[in-house]
């Protein structure tokens, strides 16, 4: 029997119509959407419908969205193709103490290569303060790069009043919104961003493809060389095959977010209920800024490790790894100043579309238990 799923912030399956939308383009639509024949036109016609979903979605031009081959990608052509392109106008970047890898490394290199780097602080709940933002702003600050969604405690970030101030003094703003695309509303228009982050595993769409916007006026340095392909922006044959399935996972993401809040919410609060009835654990995160999909849980001296090794029945993330003499506390986690007896006990589940009230109580039982056993 396999484990129970509460792990939809690391990655969610493919939708069944996403999958379905996509097997056409895996045996008979092959062409390359460059060839001007049938088979390219073709495959041309499918990327440009993908794109158009993907931008009906995001409230926002298709000539302003490029895909890529993830989150990761589209962060490091965010950050870096801004800041080799404008280090003529200032070297100084502000981004949080909390982004995922994909922000932070590249803010670590960007470092060594002649750029200063603000890391600004989090509250308690991990969200950013619009204060701290103002005070590290200089005169040479080019760019903001703060993440909408928390994937580790779910909080979400004061985006729009960030817009404001980094449009106050000139200064181009990016988000990765990897984490909340498909969980809360994502409007371009509303966040305010001159750059914005997708990645389509995060919301029931394929690995291996993601989408970068890129406000127009906004001039950023080429990662990918080759031919002109996506508006002479990122060269490559596009992957028709998987921007057709994230084009329909974001078509069903706009037709269902409102009913999937309501799930999510619903099944976390099920979760956080049954829970609470265990002492010396804290749920973690902003109560009313949040994810509606995500509850971070810390088991007072349990190692997250071991409490998961011991519930093979569920599968979930740990937020902290224990070694022989140290803890290893994420850097969210580092970040909010938890004590550390709670944070080496750090649990983050996460549910999805799939996920069922029996599923959140049968898992509920197998948690309870487990730590009970713990602490004997």
């Known amino acids: 029997m396999l484990p129970i799923y509460l792990d939809y912030n690391a990655t969610t399956p493919i939708a069944k119509e996403v999958a379905d939308a996509m097997k056409p383009y895996l045996y008979e639509h092959f062409g390359n959407p460059s060839s001007s024949h049938m088979y390219g036109q ?14 009906k979605l995001l409230n926002c031009n298709t000539s302003d969205l490029i895909f890529t081959s993830g989150g990761t990608e589209s962060n490091n052509y965010a950050l870096k193709g801004y800041a080799f392109a404008n280090r003529s106008k200032g070297n100084h970047i502000i981004t949080s103490s909390i982004e995922h890898p994909a922000v932070s490394e590249v803010c670590k290199y960007l470092e060594t290569e002649g750029f200063e780097v603000t890391y600004l602080p989090v ?3 991990g969200r ?9 702003i200089r005169p040479e600050t080019i760019l903001i790069s703060v993440m909408y969604a928390n994937n580790e405690v779910g909080t979400l970030q004061p985006i729009s009043e960030i817009s404001r101030l980094a449009k106050k003094h000139g200064i181009v703003l990016h988000s990765d919104c990897a984490q909340a695309i498909g969980k809360v509303p994502v409007d371009i228009e509303v966040l305010g961003v001159d750059l914005l982050t997708v990645a389509g595993h995060k919301f029931y769409g394929p690995k291996g493809i993601g989408a970068l916007y890129i406000k127009k006026g906004v001039n950023l340095q080429k990662l990918m060389h080759g031919a002109d392909h996506e508006n002479n922006l990122r060269a490559g044959t596009e992957n028709v095959l ?6 329909e996972a974001a078509e069903l993401c706009q037709k269902n977010l409102n009913t999937s ?15 609470s009835v265990l002492d010396s654990i804290q749920f973690n995160g902003n109560s009313e800024f949040c994810l509606p999909n995500t509850l971070s849980v810390s088991f007072k001296n349990i190692e997250a490790n071991t409490l998961l090794a011991n519930l093979p029945e569920v599968a979930a993330s740990a937020g902290a790894a224990c070694h022989t003499d140290s803890i290893s506390v994420s850097a969210t986690l580092a970040a909010m100043k938890m004590d550390k007896a709670y944070a080496m006990g750090t649990i983050r589940f996460s549910v999805g579309k799939y996920s069922t009230e029996t599923e959140i109580d049968q898992a509920v039982e197998v948690i309870i238990k487990a730590v009970q056993n713990l602490r004997k």
């Open 128 to 136: 950013v303060q619009i204060a701290d933002v103002e005070a590290a």
């Open 261 to 275: 809040i309501i799930h999510d919410k619903t099944l976390v609060n099920r979760l956080k209920k049954a829970l």
């Open 42 to 55: 073709k495959g041309k016609k499918a990327v440009d419908k993908g794109r158009a979903q993907l931008a």
């Open 242 to 247: 998987e921007i057709v399935g994230l084009g």
């Open 123 to 125: 509250d308690e709940t």
